[in-house]
Antibody, heavy 122, light 107 residues
Framework: EVQLVESGGDLVKPGGSLRISCAASGFTLRNVWMSWVRQAPGKGLEWVGR??????????DYAAPVKGRFTISRNDSNNTLHLQMNSLKTEDTALYYC?????????????WGHGTLVTVSS | IVMTQSPGTLSVSPGERASLSCRAS??????LAWYQQKPGQAPRLLIY???ARATGIPARFSGSGSGTEFTLTISGLQSEDFAVYYC??????????FGQGTKLEIK
Protein backbone atom coordinates (compact mmCIF):
# COMPACT_ATOMS: atom_id res chain seq x y z
CA GLU A 1 0.00 0.00 0.00
CA VAL A 2 1.32 3.41 -0.98
CA GLN A 3 1.78 5.66 2.05
CA LEU A 4 2.99 9.25 2.18
CA VAL A 5 3.35 10.77 5.65
CA GLU A 6 4.22 14.44 5.95
CA SER A 7 5.79 15.97 9.05
CA GLY A 8 7.46 19.10 10.30
CA GLY A 9 4.68 21.64 9.93
CA ASP A 10 4.86 24.46 12.48
CA LEU A 11 4.15 28.09 13.32
CA VAL A 12 6.83 30.33 11.84
CA LYS A 13 7.31 34.10 11.80
CA PRO A 14 7.34 35.97 8.49
CA GLY A 15 10.81 35.90 7.02
CA GLY A 16 11.62 32.66 8.77
CA SER A 17 12.53 29.22 7.44
CA LEU A 18 11.12 25.74 7.84
CA ARG A 19 11.82 22.31 6.42
CA ILE A 20 9.02 19.80 6.06
CA SER A 21 9.42 16.16 5.16
CA CYS A 22 7.53 13.29 3.62
CA ALA A 23 8.18 9.63 4.45
CA ALA A 24 7.29 7.34 1.55
CA SER A 25 6.52 3.64 1.75
CA GLY A 26 4.84 0.95 -0.31
CA PHE A 27 6.79 1.79 -3.47
CA THR A 28 10.36 2.44 -4.59
CA LEU A 29 10.87 6.18 -4.13
CA ARG A 30 13.94 6.40 -6.41
CA ASN A 31 11.82 5.42 -9.40
CA VAL A 32 9.15 8.07 -8.92
CA TRP A 33 8.90 11.78 -9.55
CA MET A 34 7.44 13.60 -6.54
CA SER A 35 5.70 16.89 -5.93
CA TRP A 36 4.29 19.20 -3.28
CA VAL A 37 0.83 20.74 -3.45
CA ARG A 38 -0.55 23.19 -0.91
CA GLN A 39 -3.96 24.34 0.20
CA ALA A 40 -4.53 27.53 2.12
CA PRO A 41 -7.28 27.36 4.78
CA GLY A 42 -10.67 27.22 3.08
CA LYS A 43 -9.12 27.64 -0.36
CA GLY A 44 -8.32 25.50 -3.40
CA LEU A 45 -5.28 23.49 -4.42
CA GLU A 46 -2.03 25.07 -5.60
CA TRP A 47 0.89 23.15 -7.11
CA VAL A 48 4.17 24.11 -5.40
CA GLY A 49 6.86 22.17 -7.22
CA ARG A 50 8.13 18.85 -8.50
CA UNK A 51 11.38 16.89 -8.45
CA UNK A 52 12.44 14.29 -10.97
CA UNK A 53 14.19 11.02 -10.20
CA UNK A 54 17.97 10.83 -10.01
CA UNK A 55 17.90 8.90 -13.28
CA UNK A 56 16.13 11.83 -14.93
CA UNK A 57 18.53 14.36 -13.48
CA UNK A 58 16.96 15.04 -10.06
CA UNK A 59 16.02 18.53 -11.24
CA UNK A 60 13.18 20.47 -9.65
CA ASP A 61 10.67 22.98 -10.98
CA TYR A 62 8.64 25.43 -8.96
CA ALA A 63 5.52 27.52 -9.18
CA ALA A 64 6.15 31.24 -9.62
CA PRO A 65 5.04 32.29 -6.07
CA VAL A 66 7.70 30.10 -4.43
CA LYS A 67 10.52 30.06 -6.98
CA GLY A 68 13.78 31.20 -5.42
CA ARG A 69 12.47 30.69 -1.87
CA PHE A 70 11.56 26.99 -1.76
CA THR A 71 13.77 23.99 -2.53
CA ILE A 72 12.67 20.39 -3.00
CA SER A 73 15.14 17.61 -2.32
CA ARG A 74 15.00 13.86 -2.01
CA ASN A 75 16.86 11.19 -0.07
CA ASP A 76 16.06 7.95 -1.84
CA SER A 77 18.12 5.84 0.55
CA ASN A 78 15.90 7.03 3.42
CA ASN A 79 12.71 7.10 1.32
CA THR A 80 12.21 10.75 2.22
CA LEU A 81 11.22 13.91 0.37
CA HIS A 82 11.91 17.37 1.76
CA LEU A 83 10.67 20.89 1.16
CA GLN A 84 12.95 23.66 2.44
CA MET A 85 11.03 26.91 2.74
CA ASN A 86 12.89 30.21 3.23
CA SER A 87 11.77 33.83 3.43
CA LEU A 88 8.33 32.67 4.41
CA LYS A 89 5.37 34.98 3.89
CA THR A 90 1.94 35.00 5.50
CA GLU A 91 0.49 33.87 2.17
CA ASP A 92 2.51 30.63 2.46
CA THR A 93 0.21 29.54 5.28
CA ALA A 94 -1.31 26.27 4.07
CA LEU A 95 -1.64 22.53 4.43
CA TYR A 96 1.23 21.07 2.42
CA TYR A 97 0.64 17.75 0.66
CA CYS A 98 3.34 15.39 -0.58
CA UNK A 99 2.32 13.56 -3.75
CA UNK A 100 3.60 11.07 -6.28
CA UNK A 101 3.75 11.99 -9.96
CA UNK A 102 2.81 9.21 -12.33
CA UNK A 103 3.38 6.31 -9.94
CA UNK A 104 0.45 4.54 -11.59
CA UNK A 105 -1.01 7.06 -14.03
CA UNK A 106 1.71 8.96 -15.86
CA UNK A 107 2.09 11.95 -15.59
CA UNK A 108 -0.80 12.79 -13.27
CA UNK A 109 -0.49 13.56 -9.56
CA UNK A 110 -1.86 10.25 -8.32
CA UNK A 111 -1.18 9.51 -4.64
CA TRP A 112 -1.42 12.06 -1.82
CA GLY A 113 -0.37 12.21 1.80
CA HIS A 114 -2.61 13.74 4.46
CA GLY A 115 -0.67 16.95 4.71
CA THR A 116 1.27 18.98 7.28
CA LEU A 117 0.18 22.45 8.35
CA VAL A 118 2.51 25.41 7.98
CA THR A 119 1.38 28.64 9.60
CA VAL A 120 3.27 31.86 8.95
CA SER A 121 2.27 34.54 11.41
CA SER A 122 3.82 37.08 13.74
CA ILE B 1 -2.92 28.22 -18.43
CA VAL B 2 -5.96 29.20 -16.37
CA MET B 3 -8.50 26.52 -15.45
CA THR B 4 -12.04 27.73 -14.76
CA GLN B 5 -14.64 25.46 -13.18
CA SER B 6 -18.37 26.01 -13.18
CA PRO B 7 -20.59 26.26 -11.33
CA GLY B 8 -18.98 27.17 -8.04
CA THR B 9 -21.64 25.22 -6.18
CA LEU B 10 -24.00 22.61 -7.59
CA SER B 11 -27.04 21.35 -5.69
CA VAL B 12 -28.29 17.93 -6.79
CA SER B 13 -30.56 15.32 -5.21
CA PRO B 14 -29.28 11.82 -4.40
CA GLY B 15 -29.88 9.44 -7.29
CA GLU B 16 -29.74 12.17 -9.91
CA ARG B 17 -26.93 13.05 -12.29
CA ALA B 18 -24.42 15.87 -11.82
CA SER B 19 -22.38 17.49 -14.58
CA LEU B 20 -19.36 19.60 -13.60
CA SER B 21 -17.58 21.78 -16.13
CA CYS B 22 -13.93 22.73 -16.52
CA ARG B 23 -12.58 25.11 -19.13
CA ALA B 24 -8.94 25.75 -20.02
CA SER B 25 -7.70 29.12 -21.29
CA UNK B 26 -5.82 27.29 -24.03
CA UNK B 27 -5.77 23.75 -25.31
CA UNK B 28 -4.51 21.08 -22.92
CA UNK B 29 -5.32 18.21 -25.30
CA UNK B 30 -6.54 15.40 -23.00
CA UNK B 31 -3.95 16.10 -20.32
CA LEU B 32 -6.55 16.70 -17.64
CA ALA B 33 -7.33 15.09 -14.30
CA TRP B 34 -10.23 15.30 -11.87
CA TYR B 35 -9.91 15.03 -8.10
CA GLN B 36 -12.43 14.60 -5.31
CA GLN B 37 -11.85 16.14 -1.88
CA LYS B 38 -14.03 15.48 1.15
CA PRO B 39 -13.84 17.66 4.29
CA GLY B 40 -10.72 16.96 6.32
CA GLN B 41 -9.31 14.58 3.72
CA ALA B 42 -6.64 14.71 1.05
CA PRO B 43 -7.74 14.91 -2.58
CA ARG B 44 -8.23 11.63 -4.44
CA LEU B 45 -7.53 11.09 -8.12
CA LEU B 46 -10.70 10.13 -9.98
CA ILE B 47 -9.99 10.65 -13.67
CA TYR B 48 -6.79 11.07 -15.68
CA UNK B 49 -6.25 11.57 -19.38
CA UNK B 50 -9.62 13.38 -19.40
CA UNK B 51 -11.64 10.14 -19.44
CA ALA B 52 -9.80 7.22 -17.80
CA ARG B 53 -10.89 6.20 -14.33
CA ALA B 54 -8.23 5.68 -11.68
CA THR B 55 -8.03 2.39 -9.81
CA GLY B 56 -11.06 1.67 -7.68
CA ILE B 57 -13.17 4.55 -8.96
CA PRO B 58 -16.80 3.52 -9.53
CA ALA B 59 -18.20 3.47 -13.04
CA ARG B 60 -20.74 6.16 -12.15
CA PHE B 61 -17.87 8.66 -12.50
CA SER B 62 -17.07 9.55 -16.10
CA GLY B 63 -14.96 12.21 -17.74
CA SER B 64 -15.16 13.63 -21.23
CA GLY B 65 -13.76 16.41 -23.38
CA SER B 66 -10.56 17.53 -25.02
CA GLY B 67 -8.85 20.77 -25.93
CA THR B 68 -10.41 23.43 -23.72
CA GLU B 69 -13.75 21.99 -22.61
CA PHE B 70 -14.15 19.14 -20.12
CA THR B 71 -16.95 17.58 -18.13
CA LEU B 72 -17.07 15.31 -15.11
CA THR B 73 -20.38 13.44 -14.92
CA ILE B 74 -21.53 11.57 -11.84
CA SER B 75 -24.55 9.35 -12.47
CA GLY B 76 -26.84 8.11 -9.73
CA LEU B 77 -25.38 10.34 -7.01
CA GLN B 78 -24.72 8.64 -3.70
CA SER B 79 -24.31 10.32 -0.33
CA GLU B 80 -20.56 9.79 -0.34
CA ASP B 81 -20.21 11.71 -3.63
CA PHE B 82 -21.01 15.08 -2.11
CA ALA B 83 -17.66 16.80 -1.95
CA VAL B 84 -15.49 19.37 -3.72
CA TYR B 85 -14.17 18.48 -7.17
CA TYR B 86 -11.10 19.96 -8.83
CA CYS B 87 -9.89 19.72 -12.39
CA UNK B 88 -6.18 20.03 -13.15
CA UNK B 89 -4.19 20.33 -16.35
CA UNK B 90 -0.77 18.76 -16.85
CA UNK B 91 -0.28 19.66 -20.51
CA UNK B 92 1.80 22.73 -19.73
CA UNK B 93 4.18 20.88 -17.47
CA UNK B 94 6.08 21.07 -15.33
CA UNK B 95 3.42 23.56 -14.31
CA UNK B 96 0.31 21.82 -13.01
CA UNK B 97 -2.69 24.15 -12.76
CA PHE B 98 -5.82 23.44 -10.75
CA GLY B 99 -9.27 24.87 -11.22
CA GLN B 100 -10.84 26.68 -8.26
CA GLY B 101 -13.17 23.78 -7.49
CA THR B 102 -16.87 22.96 -7.64
CA LYS B 103 -18.70 22.11 -4.44
CA LEU B 104 -21.32 19.41 -4.99
CA GLU B 105 -23.96 19.62 -2.29
CA ILE B 106 -27.12 17.76 -1.45
CA LYS B 107 -30.29 19.40 -2.67
Amino acid sequence: EVQLVESGGDLVKPGGSLRISCAASGFTLRNVWMSWVRQAPGKGLEWVGRIKTKTDGETADYAAPVKGRFTISRNDSNNTLHLQMNSLKTEDTALYYCTTVGLQFWPSIDFWGHGTLVTVSS
Amino acid sequence: IVMTQSPGTLSVSPGERASLSCRASQSVSTNLAWYQQKPGQAPRLLIYGASARATGIPARFSGSGSGTEFTLTISGLQSEDFAVYYCQQYNNWPMYTFGQGTKLEIK
